[in-house]
């Protein structure tokens, strides 16, 4: 497997990325596409479920840290959907302009992201559908961001954004370890949580996947059974409407993967999912035509 780490400088600042070219891709130098992975909330490029999908898909890929998270700089929001996507238009933009040239790739053909992060590649795809890619993977995204996980804020929190206006749900980053060995020291952060962030995701309308440019991508949900974080009913959501949009039942496929949970972070949980993506993609290339 070779990789190679950088900086990629958009609008909102430097996002960091990591570029995997796996073992079963290095056999096919003849190859220029490319698959961008898309991180969670407070998450990075660096966890398990990101290592998996960089190491077992079988394109190139680069793994970044959304603005705010990872080594990546400027700041992150609760309701900050829409700003993720343009970190993803920003990346796509790079690949695209042949800035990865020289290791062999300059052509995204698409996009796998997690939970907050898969939302976020959904808004983007249908706010710049010209830059859409054939292929588009969501794990565990949320649907109904109005339907708050319960208990996720306590007394405390409530009683700090009645007065305050906004409370400190949590410190991130700090040391990540990877299956390697010690990734480089990710900065520990502050994560506010305002009413503001609150009422701008709750406002974030999901039902736009209806519009998806479907005449140029294929899209797979794909949830975990046993979720405890996101609830099972918004993958069918997500399969719902998005058929709406389109009268090709190719364009859509869905998979729960039974015992799953949201993080996908033990071994069978990832060969599930990697044995999901795969057989989605091996019946989706030749319709795609990469």
């Avoid at 073992?23 to 969670?40: A, E, I, Q």
Wanted: with cysteine; proline share 5%.
């Amino acid at each position: 497997m070779s990789e190679s780490e950088f900086y990629i400088s958009t609008s909102s600042g430097q996002l960091h990325a990591r570029f995997v070219i796996p073992r079963n891709v290095l056999d096919k130098p003849d190859s220029d596409s490319v698959f961008v992975v898309c991180h969670g909330l407070l998450d990075t490029k660096y966890a398990p479920l990101f290592c998996a999908l960089q190491r077992f898909l079988p394109f190139a890929s680069v793994a970044f840290d959304f603005r705010g998270n990872g080594l990546s700089t400027g700041q992150t929001s609760y309701g900050n959907y829409y700003e993720e996507a343009e970190d993803i238009k920003g990346v796509i933009e790079h690949i695209n302009s042949g800035a990865l040239i020289a290791q062999g790739v300059s052509r995204v053909v698409g996009i796998v992201g997690h939970s907050k992060g898969a939302s976020s590649v959904l808004l983007f795809a249908c706010k710049y559908p010209h830059l859409c890619p054939s292929l588009l993977v969501t794990i565990s995204a949320r649907y109904l961001m109005s339907r708050e996980l319960p208990n996720r804020w306590k007394p405390h929190h409530l009683q700090a954004l009645e007065t305050h206006g906004r409370f400190l749900w949590r410190k991130y980053g700090g040391h990540t370890l990877l299956t390697a060995g010690v990734v480089p020291e990710v900065p520990v952060r502050e994560y506010w949580i305002s009413a503001e962030h609150l009422q701008l995701r709750d406002s974030t309308d999901m039902s736009v996947v209806q519009t998806l440019p479907f005449e140029r991508c294929f899209v797979l949900n794909v949830m975990g059974g046993s979720d405890a974080v996101v609830p099972a009913a918004d993958v069918w959501d997500y399969d719902r409407v998005m058929r709406l949009g389109t009268c090709d039942d190719s364009r859509v496929a869905t998979r729960v993967v039974p015992g799953a949970t949201h993080f996908w972070n033990s071994e069978q949980e990832l060969n599930s999912l990697e044995d999901a993506v795969l057989t989605w993609l091996k019946s989706i290339l030749p319709l795609a035509k990469l």
